[in-house]
């Protein structure tokens, strides 16, 4: 029995977005409301097995406050996955990020659903839906079951279907044994143009019960707010709801009852103050180059007279200080 299994149902995760939910984000969204999970963005097993591993434990990255946080994984080499797994569960991959002793990873995902090019091209992420990938999808699922040795729960995110909706993808993933498994209702081909398919994800939630699977079935695309999440899960009798993008329209977004229509000028601008600073603390390094602030900017600085020209002023900066300066 994982953790997971433990979550008041239905239970709510923030998805890995690249480039966005870095720990800074997450620690935002923490304090506004926080989800019962969040997933690290996707991270490259092939490159921290190689010299351009410290590039990349930036993307690790979590912080005690975080809570419950889920390391993500991709790549395409299963003794990859099988070390990184192991140094997870072992804890000394959080030990190498700073992280004091007792504090870890809550769990291991295996990105499968990530539609990018340069990443399918290559056979990675969303690429082992295809059939021909299934053997290799098999052998990186086995190989990270043994690197985690059974100290962490595992969990798939994928897509349900590559070119077209294939379910019996998800009779081949529900064999393993996974603690999770969050299905994206779109497939590849489709990219996000279109709107998710929730009949689906409710269609592989009774698969696993047809196969009396004890996998936790996580539904995500286009959730909007909690009590939409909620519907949703009703609905289709999920364990969880993953919500992506609806934390742009709303940081509360996984709030009972969020505060955000009734939030100020000024205290939209306070958040994104605090986002700032703790950019600047966190990255002082100069790990994330400060233009990496501006898609932030406009999940604060809206609805509110005079909002579009700072903006503007805000995305010429070309540092925290200046930002900090006019967000004073
Ligand atoms: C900017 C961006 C980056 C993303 N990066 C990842 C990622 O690293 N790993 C992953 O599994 N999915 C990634 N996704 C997909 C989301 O996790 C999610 O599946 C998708 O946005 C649909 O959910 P939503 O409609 O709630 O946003 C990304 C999506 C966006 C918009």
Redesign the pocket.
């Given at each position: 029995m994982s953790e997971y299994t433990r979550l008041k149902k239905p239970f709510f995760v923030l998805?890995?977005?690249?480039?966005?939910?870095d720990t800074v984000f997450r620690q935002v969204i923490a304090d506004c409301a926080p989800p019962d999970l969040f997933?690290t963005?996707?991270v490259n097993v092939d490159g921290l097995m190689s010299v351009g591993r410290p590039n990349l434990l930036k993307k690790l990255r979590f912080a005690e406050k975080e809570g419950r946080v889920v390391a993500?994984l991709?790549g395409l080499n299963p003794d990859n996955f099988r070390a990184v797994a192991s140094q997870i569960a072992d804890g000394s991959l959080a030990r190498e990020l700073g992280l004091p002793d007792g504090i870890n990873f809550s769990g291991v995902?295996l990105?499968m659903?990530?539609p990018a090019k340069s990443e399918v091209k290559n056979g990675a992420?969303a690429a082992l839906i295809k059939r021909e990938s299934w053997p290799l999808a098999e052998q990186i699922i086995l190989a990270t079951q043994e690197g985690l040795a059974n100290h962490l729960p595992l969990s798939v995110?994928t897509r349900v279907g590559f070119s077209e909706v294939d379910m019996e993808w998800f009779d081949f993933l529900l064999r393993f044994d996974l603690d999770m498994l969050?299905v994206?209702g779109?497939t590849r081909k489709q990219m996000?143009k279109v709107p998710?398919n929730w009949d689906l994800i409710g269609q592989v939630r009774q698969k696993r019960d047809d196969l009396g699977a004890k996998t936790l079935i996580v539904g995500?695309?286009?959730?909007e707010s909690r009590a939409h999440g909620e519907e949703l899960a009703r609905k289709h009798g999920l364990d969880g709801i993953?919500?992506?993008?609806?934390v742009f329209h709303d940081p509360f977004v996984f709030a009972e009852q969020s505060l955000w229509e009734t939030y100020t000028k000024e205290q939209r601008i306070d958040l994104y103050r605090k986002h700032v600073a703790l950019f600047a603390a966190t990255w002082q390094a100069g790990e994330r180059p400060v233009h990496t602030l501006n898609k932030f900017c406009k999940i604060y600085i809206q609805g509110f007279d005079g909002a579009k020209e700072l903006r503007e002023q805000l995305m010429a900066a070309s540092d925290t200080t200046e930002l900090l300066r006019i967000l004073q």
């Open positions: 998805a890995p977005m690249d480039d966005v939910t997933f963005e996707f993500q991709w995902d990105n659903g990530c992420c995110k969050t994206h779109r996000s998710a995500n695309g286009d959730v993953m919500i992506g993008r609806g």
